[in-house]
């Protein structure tokens, strides 16, 4: 699958608010596992989760402005 310029997935406008929501569903569901947050994949996960919801949310803001 190719994306656009921007990074992001061509779906609706509201991916990076199901990006968002499905992060925090899987971090609410694992947090009470114990050690959790010293998994060093954790950390990178939500890295990269959260950076794709920023970038996507600015190219679809700047598009949105023109």
């Known amino acids: 699958m190719t994306f656009p310029a921007s990074g992001c997935p061509p779906h609706g406008p509201r991916s990076s608010d199901v990006m968002a ?6 971090l609410d569901r694992a947090s ?3 050690g959790f947050w010293s998994e060093p994949e954790v950390h990178r996960a939500l890295l990269v989760s959260g950076l794709s919801v920023l970038v996507c949310g600015l190219a679809r803001l700047r598009t949105d402005l023109g």
Do not use: C, F, V
Request: hydrophobic share 35%.
């Open 21 to 26: 929501r499905l992060t925090l569903s899987a």
């Open 32 to 34: 009470s596992q114990p």
